[in-house]
């Protein structure tokens, strides 16, 4: 089982629709989780962080289930610049090393 | 603030070749590392450092050599190439504060022929 899973893409979707990204862990001792955005042959960006509370961040929510070790991103009102690959992350373990495990990413391509 | 950054932005090279993948960040960030994506793929770690003169493998060291003389410079070596190496090698730096709040350089596009 791969330690970061997610849904396989890509996502087509109209300008204005909402969508869904989620994302499974493997390792219960994990602390942080993230998303990170990817635009197409570019770095990875920090999109948000991710709590146990969940967050949002204008259009974006994250939320996060733990005892399921479910990680999930919704957008809402997409807009043609969301179009990119977006990257579920989580720290591996709870060491403080900074070491990510990064999923293997959902494309997203929003159409006008 | 250049932020991170890395050079050359594309290579080629011959198998058995050699060559230093370099990566310079003015953050004053303590923690460094080295991604390799390849296509389809996440990224894999492949080694990182916790401030200068530590370094440690991450999950692909396999065929990679770093340094760490200095905060802002961290080198990944490559010594005798082979086409399994070929992929896009992202640099990437955090502060203390939030280790895991990671700034990535634009990437190096390595072929090996």
């Known amino acids: 089982r791969k330690e970061v899973e997610q849904d396989p893409g890509p996502f087509n979707v109209p300008e204005g629709a909402t969508v869904a990204f989620n994302c499974t862990y493997s390792?219960?001792?994990?602390?942080?989780f993230f998303w990170y955005r990817q635009d197409c042959r570019k770095e990875p960006k920090l999109l948000m962080s991710?709590?146990?509370s969940g967050n949002e961040d204008g259009r974006f929510t994250a939320q996060l289930n733990r005892a399921s070790q479910y990680i999930s991103l919704l957008i809402r009102d997409s807009k043609l610049s969301d179009s990119a690959t977006y990257l579920c992350?989580?720290?591996?373990?709870?060491?403080?090393?900074?070491?990510?495990?990064f999923g293997q990413g959902t494309t997203l391509q929003v159409k006008p | 603030n250049a932020g991170v950054t890395q050079t050359p932005k594309f290579r080629i090279l011959k198998i058995g070749q050699s060559m230093t993948l370099q990566c310079t960040q003015d953050?004053?960030?303590?923690?460094m590392y080295w991604y390799r994506q390849d296509p389809g793929m996440g990224l894999k770690l492949i080694y990182y450092?916790?401030?200068?003169?530590?370094?440690d493998k991450g999950e692909v060291p396999n065929g990679y050599n770093v340094s760490r003389s200095t905060t802002e410079d961290f080198p990944l070596r490559l010594e005798l190439a082979a086409p399994s190496q070929t992929s896009v090698y992202f640099c990437?730096?955090?502060?203390?504060?939030?280790?895991?709040?990671?700034?990535f350089g634009p990437g190096t596009r390595l072929l090996v022929l």
């Open positions: 990437a730096s955090s502060g203390w504060e939030r280790q895991e709040t990671q700034y």
């Open positions: 390792n219960s001792a994990s602390q942080s």
């Open positions: 991710v709590y146990s």
């Open positions: 992350v989580v720290n591996k373990g709870s060491s403080n090393t900074g070491k990510l495990i």
């Open positions: 953050m004053n960030h303590n923690y």
């Open positions: 450092s916790v401030g200068a003169g530590i370094t």
